[in-house]
């Protein structure tokens, strides 16, 4: 469209949404900054365990029926695809998707990926005191940062 800044889209998705980013911005180049919302986790063992109330096998996920996920790619593997893109992750405290541990140990091989490249101010995790929703504070700050969006 001609209203459209094609040196500056992004993509916010929240829950599936968020891991949908993960699997499509490898492939649209044109995404020059990506946030991941609700969904980012240790992906493999969230969805092959079956003993902790997280696992997907306790909730109604199309995700859990993918064919050979556990020999693909988990969600750091699909965010170095992104990179050197900035890339964004942001969860709630309180989101039943996934303990904060397993996040944050997925996280931890996205931020090692960017320091070993030297871009560690292109990513960024924002935790707050919520649940599965979208939070927009660390978000919003860091996609007007990466767009060099000035707009309200």
């Known amino acids: 469209l001609p209203f459209v800044d094609s040196e500056r889209m992004g993509y916010y998705g929240l829950s599936g949404g968020g891991s949908t980013g993960l699997y499509v911005a490898p492939l649209i180049?044109?995404?020059?900054?990506?946030?991941?919302?609700a969904a980012f986790t240790?992906?493999?063992h969230k969805t092959v365990t079956s003993d902790n109330p997280f696992s997907?096998?306790?909730?109604?996920?199309?995700?859990?029926s993918e064919f050979n996920i556990a020999n693909t790619f988990g969600f750091a593997k699909l965010?170095?695809?992104?990179?050197?893109?900035?890339?964004?992750v942001?969860?709630?405290h309180?989101?039943?998707?996934?303990p904060g541990e397993w996040v944050a140990s997925e996280y931890d091989?996205?931020?090692?990926?960017?320091?070993s490249l030297s871009i560690p101010e292109q990513t960024r995790i924002e935790y707050f005191n919520g649940g599965h929703t979208i939070h927009g504070v660390g978000t919003f700050e860091f996609l007007r940062q990466k767009l060099n969006w000035t707009g309200t």
């Open 29 to 37: 180049e044109q995404y020059s900054v990506v946030v991941s919302s």
């Open 42 to 44: 240790e992906l493999i």
């Open 94 to 98: 309180l989101d039943a998707v996934s």
């Open 56 to 64: 997907a096998a306790f909730f109604e996920m199309y995700q859990s």
């Open 109 to 115: 091989r996205v931020q090692r990926l960017y320091n």
């Open 90 to 92: 942001e969860r709630g």
């Open 79 to 88: 965010a170095a695809m992104i990179a050197p893109r900035p890339f964004m």
